[in-house]
Each structure stands twice: as structure tokens, then as C-alpha cells.
T-cell receptor, first 114, second 114 residues
Framework: AQSVSQHNHHVILSEAASLELGCNYS??????LFWYVQYPGQHLQLLLK??????LVKGIKGFEAEFIKSKFSFNLRKPSVQWSDTAEYFC????????????FGTGTKLQVIP | DAGITQSPRHKVTETGTPVTLRCHQTENHRYMYWYRQDPGHGLRLIHYSYGVKDTDKGEVSDGYSVSRSKTEDFLLTLESATSSQTSVYFC?????????????FGPGTRLTVL
């Protein structure tokens, strides 16, 4: 069975600081990977996704993520955060064959202090 | 944003009462999903549908049933609500369920069972 770990449950940063949120998954086969963001009181929105090709994926709002297959990781990064990035971030993994189940991590709450 | 609406958006009910949540989409997507979101658990799949009248269980399906009589509507029913079902419920849709498919989420329904 696949699983996703987000080790940082709550991150507090000052504006302009750099961000890296960890995501590790466990699955023996080929996976597709996603990062979603949930702003306070809102639904989940897709930030970026990786299916194949360049392991460095760029998403909306200046976010990017790097897939490192050898480390089973898909960490989310942003060079300079803004107060408006305050939200909860979810990593998700889907196996690329068979039943298309998506497994979500438990989320990381990011608080950006002005 | 994908055309997904959920109703009601907020509901307070009493233990033992039946509750039905509705998800409506205007995208004509084949797959629809119900998740619940709880602190420390991320999103967990309750049920999903891969077509009209075609549904299957997710990881936390006990106490829930679903129906899909039309492509655009996916209903989630709590036959007899319990306090453990207090949660935020999200509907999601995806086009084909294929390996590169992406799920898009509705605005959520906050359910409180007293």
C-alpha cells in the first residue's frame, strides 16, 4: 500500500524567507505526485503535479517541487514566501497503474508572519 | 476553478439523524469522490464513483453510503449520524481516473453532529 509522510506539521516563517516542505512517499512502483494548497476556509487547489520528465516541476504562485526518485521525495519549495502563502499544504501520491487511488499526506500548516 | 458545488455548506444535526450531502458538477467528469478531512489525518477517501450507478468503497466507508443516478450528481448519505462523523466533507472530480488524471475539489461541507 502506498503512503505519504509530511514530517513538518506546522511551519512558521517570516515574509521573504525561503520555504521547503518535505514530502516522502512509500510505494514500490511508478507514481504520480501532487501538491495541493488549502487557504483558510477554502477548498484544496492544485499547486503542481509531476507525472514524468523533468523532475523539477514549476507550479503556480512561484512554487516548485523536485522529485528525487532515489529518496522517494517530492519536496515543495518557494524562494521567498509572502503573507498570502499562509495556508495548509498537502502532498499526494497516486500509483500510475491499476486503480487510481490518491493518498494524501496529513498536511503542513504554513504561517507566514509579516 | 472546476465547476463543483456542494450543498449544504454547513450543517448541524443530532446523533441518529440521517444526513445527505450533495455534490454537483458541471464538467461532465466520469469520476467523483467523497473525502473527509480531519485534523491530523489529512484527507481520507470515503467512497468514489466511476460512472452512473458505479460506486466503490474507500478507506473509511463504514457508516456512509453513496448514490450516483446522474453524471453530475454524487450523493453521500450518513444513515444514522454519529459524533465521530463530525468533519469537513469534500467532493472531488476527475476526468478519466487514468494515471495522469488530476482531482479537483469542491468547496466543502462542514458537518457537526451533536
Amino acid at each position: 500500500a502506498q503512503s505519504v509522510s509530511q514530517h513538518n506539521h506546522h511551519v512558521i516563517l517570516s515574509e521573504a524567507a525561503s520555504l521547503e516542505l518535505g514530502c516522502n512517499y512509500s510505494y514500490g512502483g511508478t507514481v504520480n505526485l501532487f501538491w495541493y494548497v488549502q487557504y483558510p476556509g477554502q477548498h484544496l487547489q492544485l499547486l503542481l503535479k509531476y507525472f514524468s520528465g523533468d523532475p523539477l516541476v514549476k507550479g503556480i504562485k512561484g512554487f516548485e517541487a523536485e522529485f528525487i526518485k532515489s529518496k522517494f521525495s517530492f519536496n515543495l519549495r518557494k524562494p521567498s514566501v509572502q503573507w498570502s502563502d499562509t495556508a495548509e499544504y498537502f502532498c499526494a501520491v497516486k500509483n500510475s497503474g491499476g486503480y487510481q487511488k490518491v493518498t494524501f499526506g496529513t498536511g503542513t500548516k504554513l504561517q507566514v508572519i509579516p | 476553478d472546476a465547476g463543483i458545488t456542494q450543498s449544504p455548506r454547513h450543517k448541524v444535526t443530532e446523533t441518529g439523524t440521517p444526513v445527505t450531502l450533495r455534490c454537483h458538477q458541471t464538467e461532465n467528469h466520469r469520476y467523483m469522490y467523497w473525502y473527509r478531512q480531519d485534523p491530523g489525518h489529512g484527507l481520507r477517501l470515503i467512497h468514489y464513483s466511476y460512472g452512473v450507478k458505479d460506486t466503490d468503497k474507500g478507506e473509511v466507508s463504514d457508516g456512509y453510503s453513496v448514490s450516483r443516478s446522474k453524471t453530475e450528481d454524487f450523493l453521500l448519505t450518513l444513515e444514522s449520524a454519529t459524533s465521530s462523523q463530525t468533519s469537513v466533507y469534500f467532493c472531488a472530480i476527475s476526468e478519466s481516473g487514468g494515471s495522469t488524471d488530476t482531482q479537483y475539489f469542491g468547496p466543502g461541507t462542514r458537518l457537526t453532529v451533536l
